[in-house]
């Protein structure tokens, strides 16, 4: 007769061998620290700081940032302003230095969010934001790198910054009806006026970087980059950075959520506020449908790795240089602690190369951009 004991100790055996039979966890990082760390003598879950532009353009931040602009713009819905103010306070806490926003995030309202957030650590946290645009009351109406518009912009800015002088100010899109070399000239002026220290740019083409370098040297380059956009690899854009010493600020690291894996094809992009992802190509069900496996392969790797998925795609970005420094955004405490602790990760080259062979085997499906978005990006 076949008894309990026996039945639970048959049990016990077969549980033995199923544990036997997962393959062990391979190591990540061994102890070793990540490529470039320096540390930052934080006690919370950001160990490193990295270096963005070059002799006076540099700006020392954390190895990682926090994307603000999905707490009041985009992406969904949106916290109160409360949550969004004690989110960036903890991301201070844990050694965040980087808070990205922009005038056109509400547009207006998530720079005064940030200033906010940020008023009682004037001096230890720089203060960034990205200007450019022309608006009608708060309909955006075009580009506009103007003289008087950016000098508009610029002292609205530091007013809802609460500050008389921001460290990093970037041209969200080239004005291209004028040339760089003016707008470079412009934001030096500024700086030499007391308004800002430092100035990068957004969405541009190495030659578009190196023309305005050569006015005012730039500190950093925001440009979209991760597992899902690896472009700047092969455009131009890296080797311009790494020439020029300027520093390279990935948006989208997490490719606007979708390595989160709470972006599928049954995902409804909520229309109030709205969520621009559902007029990019790349977020129609039939390209997520289509993308899918490629999520399905970074998890597998990840598993035996013990990391997720999103920590993957920024350990990824941190493991290309020691001048990228990713802008996760993200509205909730949980996704914040996860993609902070990827700054500890130390990919080894061999696990770099098998990501980047992994994205290779499966594209993403759809352009990143509609034709409207794209003709707004400068690829000179
Ligand atoms: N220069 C530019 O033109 C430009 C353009 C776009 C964005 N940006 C900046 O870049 C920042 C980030 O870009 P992004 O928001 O477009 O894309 P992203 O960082 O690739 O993705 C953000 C999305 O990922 C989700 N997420 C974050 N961490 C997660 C985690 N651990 N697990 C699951 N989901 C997670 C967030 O949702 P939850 O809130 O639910 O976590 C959010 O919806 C923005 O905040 C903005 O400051 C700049």
Redesign the pocket.
Known sequence: MYSRRMFLAAAALSGARATLARPAMIPISGGAAPLGAVPSGTKGLMPYRRTIGRGEAALEVSSIGL????MSFL??THPDRKTCVALIRYAVEQGVTLF???EAYGPFENESIVGEALEPFRGEIPLTT?IGFEYDGTRYLRENSSEANLRRALEASLRRMRTECLDLVYI?RRDKTRPIEETAALMLAFKKEGKLRRWGL??VGAGTLRRAHAVFPVTAL?S?F?LTWRAPLTNGVMAACAELGVGLVP???????FL???VNEATVYVDQPMDNRKNFPRYSPENIRASLPFLAALEEFGKARGI?V?QLGLAWCLAKAPWVVP??????LS?LE??LRAASIALSPEDVAALDRIAEEHPIAGDRYPPSEQARVDEA
């Open positions: 994307g603000c602009m999905g992406r969904g990205d926003t922009a990205k969200h957004s969405e925001q979209e991760g948006f989208g690291p997490l490719g606007k959520g989160g894996g709470f997720t999103p802008i996760p955004g993200t509205c909730r996704h996860e993609d």
